[in-house]
């Protein structure tokens, strides 16, 4: 049995990256195959039974109903996936079955992205042994595998990743045009902007800045032009939304998930700004004004400016962004297990990764599927488990950016 400390090398089977690929996408697709998306009269069926993407199709019906986003219709999320889900929708004639298998796959090929990019970053970081390793780990990690027939978020994960890879090659330009399309999907690869400030000079800081303030606003432009009532909510939606499933949600006496209301409210771009649920007991702006204080502590205080600090740093930001949100979604996690993975690529890390999986999932759907009889709503004897199982969450994220503060702090070890 080798030592603690011991240095395991990957080789035959476990070093074949084909292999690993193979294997991962034949998973996917066959429980695609195996447990198909249906929607029959008692409710949807298959393996994307309690996902969001009888959501997105319902949405998307409206291009046929209605017209195009931000035009005849608002949408929650920025352009590129509303018209994607548009796009699909038509490849589909609207069948859900088959929108949901083409929208599985789609995601799929992005997931595999992320694949390969954990190990590209980890082989980076840690060395070709341990990147190999994380890709296999976060193969047979649930949380993503879910995540991938419930919602978009591996998409978005794979942009972050990939401008996060830019930045580690040197190539902020390439990084700063991933971010700006990450944030066309949704908005937080933007958050990547604080680790260019950071980890670049000022001028390719500021370049970097502007390339992805260009091609953000250069997409909402004709949008505007367009139809300015249509597009405004595509980024003031979310940020109108009642607290939900945080501890800010918890004070507010918000016990729902983060759920817009009827498809058809997105005809009226009033009913963006709807808050459904009590009013927030903290203000947006002192949660907002607390993040930023906490991040520029971290920003003025890391002293670790090397590949693993810039890592670390572009983690501990995504997880005070989480933090300081009103909201909390479990898909979140498909963002935080990569990087949670690269950061700490041992057994620790991946205890977490398992333990954040565990308490997420037990919230929803355990939790929220026994909440029929009360419209969604998390009540009596479910209280407190569900306030438990936010606290214990939100102390595992805090906790986690405390150990990431600590890394920061440290010099950098010299690699001669």
């Not at 205890?351 to 565990?358: D, G, K, Q, T």
């Amino acid at each position: 049995m080798p030592a603690p400390n011991s240095k395991v090398t990957l080789t035959g089977l476990l070093a074949d990256v084909r292999l690993l690929v193979i294997l991962f996408v034949a998973l996917r697709l066959s429980l695609l195959i195996a447990y198909q998306p249906l929607q029959v009269s008692g409710g949807e069926r298959g393996v994307t039974t309690g996902g969001d993407f009888a959501t997105y199709h319902a949405i998307a019906g409206l291009s046929v109903t209605a017209g195009l986003p931000f035009d005849a219709w608002w949408s929650e999320f920025p352009p590129i996936w509303s018209f994607a889900t548009v796009i699909l929708y038509a490849l589909s004639s609207g069948v859900y079955a088959s929108f949901a298998m083409l929208m599985s796959v789609l995601i799929l090929v992005f997931d595999v992205g992320n694949l390969l990019l954990i190990r590209r970053i980890g082989t980076h970081l840690h060395g070709s042994n341990t990147g190999m390793a994380l890709s296999w780990i976060y193969s047979v990690l649930a949380a993503p595998l879910i995540f991938s027939f419930w919602n978009f978020e591996v998409v978005v994960a794979f942009w972050l990743l990939l401008g996060l890879s830019f930045l580690l090659d040197k190539k902020p330009g390439s990084s700063a045009v991933a971010a700006a399309i990450g944030a066309l999907i949704k908005f937080t690869p933007a958050l990547l902007l604080g680790a260019a400030w950071r980890f670049l000079d000022r001028g390719w800081a500021l370049r970097y800045a502007l390339i992805v303030l260009a091609l953000f606003v250069l997409v909402y432009i004709p949008l505007f032009i367009n139809d300015t009532s249509m597009t405004l909510p595509s980024l003031t939606a979310q940020f109108s939304k009642a607290s939900y499933q945080t501890v800010w949600a918890l004070l507010d006496g918000n016990f729902r998930t983060g759920n817009f209301g009827p498809v058809a409210d997105r005809l009226d771009p009033e009913r963006a700004a709807d808050t459904l649920g009590n009013p927030a007991v903290v203000p947006g702006f002192v949660r907002l004004g607390v993040a930023l204080i906490a991040g520029l502590f971290v920003f003025l205080r890391a002293r670790r400016l090397d590949d693993k600090g810039l890592v670390a740093f572009v983690t501990v930001t995504l997880l005070i962004f989480f933090l300081q949100a009103q909201g909390w979604s479990p898909q979140w996690l498909a963002q935080i297990i990569p990087l949670l993975l690269l950061c700490f690529p041992d057994r620790n890390g991946i205890l977490i990764a398992v333990m954040l999986s565990m308490l997420t999932f037990v919230e929803y759907p355990l939790l929220f599927l026994r909440t029929g009889d009360t419209g969604g709503a998390i009540s009596g004897a479910l209280i407190t488990p569900f306030a438990l199982l936010v606290i214990a969450r939100t102390a595992i994220l805090v906790g986690i950016c405390f150990a990431l503060y600590r890394r920061l702090r440290e010099e950098p070890v010299s690699s001669t």
